[in-house]
């Protein structure tokens, strides 16, 4: 009887500890992530964007400044490098699964579609927005990628939206929770 209890425990040990790490990785998942926007090309856009992880989406919050007044693109793109001076370095959108481009609200979108945000007058604004697709873990992780603002808005049109160039970025890395 001693052996087959031995047999049973030996078999079990190993199931509850790895269960105890899957556990350990899902509360490790970041919840946080911070981007520091900086410009590009003379550009004297500046600012900080939030990012943080709720149940089933994710809020993008900040401030930003330095923009012409108007509607700017606003997208996270496949490379956290923003050493180019026209932050050519970040790549393109990023898109995981191959999609065309789209608004924040199509079905089909690149994962890093995030549509436009607007400056008021003095080149400024306030941001707090929601999106359903990016994530802080996971295939869809925006963590150590750029986000870019483009100098002109998303027409959403292909195959990027036709927004011109890259005035800032940003690599988006994890936060403090």
């Known amino acids: 009887m001693k052996t087959l209890a031995t047999v049973a425990l030996a078999l079990l040990l190993p199931a509850l500890v790895l ?45 930003i ?14 490379f956290g490098d923003c050493s180019d001076p026209k932050g050519m370095s970040a790549g393109g959108h990023f898109n995981p699964e191959g999609h065309q481009h789209g608004a924040p609200d ?4 690149h994962v890093g579609d995030l549509g436009n945000i607007k400056a008021e007058g003095e080149g400024k604004l306030s941001l707090k927005l929601e999106d359903k697709v990016i994530q802080l873990h996971g295939p869809h992780s925006i963590i ?24 800032a970025c940003a690599v988006i890395g994890i936060g403090k929770p």
């Open 19 to 63: 269960g105890g790490k899957d556990d350990e990785k899902k509360s490790a998942a970041p919840t946080k992530a911070v981007a520091v926007l900086h410009g590009l090309g003379g550009s004297q856009v500046m600012g900080t964007i939030t990012f943080t992880q709720r149940d089933g989406f994710v809020e993008i919050s900040g401030e």
């Open 65 to 78: 400044s330095g923009l012409t007044p108007g509607e700017h693109a606003f997208h996270v793109h496949e």
């Open 106 to 109: 199509s079905d089909m979108r």
């Open 144 to 167: 150590g990628r750029s986000l870019i603002i483009h100098e002109k808005r998303d027409d959403f049109g292909q195959p990027v939206g036709n927004a011109g160039g890259r005035v």
